[in-house]
């Protein structure tokens, strides 16, 4: 399933399909809410028998931004509608399990600072089990709007500058073998298809993997993963071998450590070849009055602007539950590396806070900071940005709520003149939320 983007609405609006399919995707880009609707309507008449859950819902909100195209000088201010029906269905069954969510999220600028825009946020989650369990197909497909910048989040400073809608759909055939009590291997197939509506660059992957997890005792146990990929992009093919090993241990309660280490060899269609160690390591501990949680990672991103990324992070938290909330604080260091050519694209270095509080029973305030550290090898760009966000929900009866939003963003040059030539955003949001 591919969820369909248009970019504007209007008698204007182009169809990203071409061919003798094309008045279909027409139909299902003008329709996609009734489309999707109707796909599900049809499954839970197909099997009442089943248990499945089905929640459409709408919100409507208003947005106030005082700088539009994120300008120094000259800002622009804008107020934004939008209508945002939406669905949510869960269904499990003997044969098939399915979880689905979708938001049609149409767009309103009253100033005419862009055009009115239709786009969605869509997530399909499914698992067939097609003879005794053993063998099963997962089926996946996410649509949302992210930034072209892999390191920095646009989305919160603007809802389309330096942003691009990404699809990304997958088909898993696998084997679950038993070769003893506490072993299972998982054997399979996986091909994974991106797509972007605006730019970035599109991949075809094709991918033979096998799992193997061994279970010691009820609290500790070890893996191990072979993968082979081949991948097509728009502008290079390469080829990839992932061989892995490693471990998890509940060593109490809410506590547990988990630790892998690998490597992956990329043999490109330019000549290059490349090796890569990767890793996966974690401790999460329970100590009463916090949890701390300590990651590092290395991992192949998915970035627009690039056709392979190694991302590199560590990161640490503290989290704490209270009687009428929660408090937490985090910090995190992320390096960002084209594999390709080994050289370093971005780095991010991350501090932050944040909270919940429950003023009243149906009334929460929520608060968040961060301070983030940019640095880039080739581009001049701000190396800070601050962003602090603010929140009120009111629960009222009927599953009906009312929330309210200011985020405030500043990119500052010179930590000792933080004026100068300073790009801010201010963003305050009104929604109300009906659940059906």
């Known amino acids: 399933m591919h969820f369909i983007h248009g970019v504007t609405c209007g008698s204007d609006c182009l169809v990203p399909h071409e061919g003798p399919l094309a008045p279909f995707f027409a139909v299902l880009k003008r329709w996609p809410l009734c489309f999707a609707s109707v796909c599900v309507l049809l499954g839970v008449t197909q099997v009442q028998a089943s248990d499945y859950i089905l929640k459409p819902s709408l919100a409507i909100s208003e947005e106030y931004t005082d700088n539009v195209f994120e300008s120094v000088q000259n800002k622009r201010p804008e107020y934004i509608t939008r209508v945002q029906p939406g669905l949510s269905y869960i269904y499990k069954a003997p044969l098939w399990d399915w979880d689905l969510g979708y938001v049609f999220d149409y767009r309103n600028y009253a100033r005419g600072s862009h055009s009115d825009e239709i786009t969605h946020t869509g997530n399909v989650k499914g698992l067939l089990k097609l003879v005794d369990e053993r063998l099963n197909l997962d089926l996946m497909d996410s649509y949302q709007r992210v930034s072209l910048n892999i390191a920095r989040d646009a989305t919160q400073e603007s809802l389309f500058l330096n942003q691009t809608d990404q ?10 073998w038993h070769p003893g009590e506490k072993t299972t291997l998982k054997t399979g197939y996986r091909f994974i298809d991106t797509r972007y509506w605006g730019e970035g660059i599109e991949k075809q992957e094709h991918v033979a993997f096998a799992n ?7 609290k500790f146990s070890m893996q191990a993963d072979y993968a082979f990929s081949k991948t097509r992009t728009t502008s290079v093919n390469f080829d990839r071998h992932d061989l892995s ?12 450590l988990f630790g ?7 043999i490109f269609s330019s000549g290059n070849n490349v090796s890569n160690l990767f890793w996966s390591a974690g401790i999460t501990h329970d100590l009463s009055i916090f949890v701390l949680t300590l990651e590092t990672r290395v991992q192949f991103a998915e970035d627009p ?11 640490g938290k503290l989290d704490r539950e209270l009687k009428r909330g929660a408090i937490g604080l985090f910090s995190s260091y992320t390096e960002y590396v084209i594999t390709q050519t080994g050289a370093q694209d971005w780095n991010r270095l991350a501090f932050g806070a944040s909270g919940r509080y429950e003023v009243l029973p149906k009334l929460t305030a929520n608060l968040e900071a961060t301070a983030e550290r940019f640095s880039q090898k080739t581009a001049a760009d701000y190396p800070y940005r601050f962003t602090g966000t603010g929140g009120l929900n009111y629960a009222f009866n009927h599953d009906i709520t009312l929330g ?7 990119n500052v040059y ?11 955003i201010n963003r305050a949001m009104v929604e109300v939320k009906k659940v059906f």
């Open 167 to 176: 699809n990304i759909a997958t088909i898993s055939p696998y084997l679950l």
């Open 212 to 218: 193997l997890n061994h279970e010691l005792t009820s």
């Open 245 to 256: 090993g490693g471990f998890r241990y509940n060593y109490a309660d809410k506590s547990f």
């Open 260 to 266: 892998s280490l690998g490597n992956s060899w990329q």
């Open 305 to 315: 602007l690039s056709n392979s990324t190694k991302e590199t992070s560590y990161s």
């Open 404 to 410: 309210l939003t200011y985020i405030y963003v500043t």
């Open 414 to 424: 010179d930590l000792d003149n933080m004026s100068a030539g300073a790009k801010e």
